[in-house]
């Protein structure tokens, strides 16, 4: 079957095909968000279920998917800065929570081995990969597995 080609103001360009490297045909579908050990993330225009403790229990997977997460100081302050800012700052009754917020960017990955190297990496949605990482520091950052997909029932007309 031939790919069709659609013209939006300009050349002929052909719609984008997802990775088949990363599909997540063969995940749960979630009507309703479990209770407990479960969170979503967005992973371009879906919503994954993952489940926060599964990974403590099973350890890392080859080539399942995960919820990688990263924080970092807002307004592109330094980790040095935000500190000092923090120690400056810190009451000793608000029991060690942060005074400025930090921006908090969650992205799925897939969990792969490096090529040429024991070592694992973890591939991006958008099919680039991050790493080599050694075995001791890989998944430091992963804070879940994804378990599923949520899509909500459409209410009846």
Excluded at 10 to 24: E, R, S, V
Excluded at 27 to 32: D, N, Q, S, V
Excluded at 101 to 122: D, G, H, K, T
Excluded at 142 to 147: A, E, F, H, Q, R
């Amino acid at each position: 079957m031939a790919t069709q080609l659609a013209v939006i103001g300009g050349p002929a360009f052909a719609p984008a095909l997802p990775d088949p490297a990363f599909t997540l045909a063969d995940m749960a579908i979630f009507t309703a968000i479990p209770a407990h050990d479960h969170e979503v993330a967005a992973l371009n225009g879906m919503v994954v279920v993952f489940n926060a403790v599964s990974i403590h229990r099973e350890g890392i997977l080859e080539d399942a998917f995960y919820v990688r997460e990263s924080q970092q100081p807002a307004a592109c302050m330094s980790w040095e800065s935000w500190l000092k800012l923090e120690a400056s700052e810190r009451d000793l009754s608000r029991m060690g929570c942060p005074r400025s917020p930090l921006r908090i960017r969650r992205e799925v990955v897939q969990a792969i081995r490096w090529p040429y190297a024991n070592n694992w990496s973890v591939r991006l949605a958008s099919g680039h990969i991050d790493g080599p990482y050694h075995d001791w520091a890989f998944g430091r950052d992963l804070i879940g597995k994804v378990v599923g997909l949520f899509l909500p029932k459409q209410r009846e007309a």
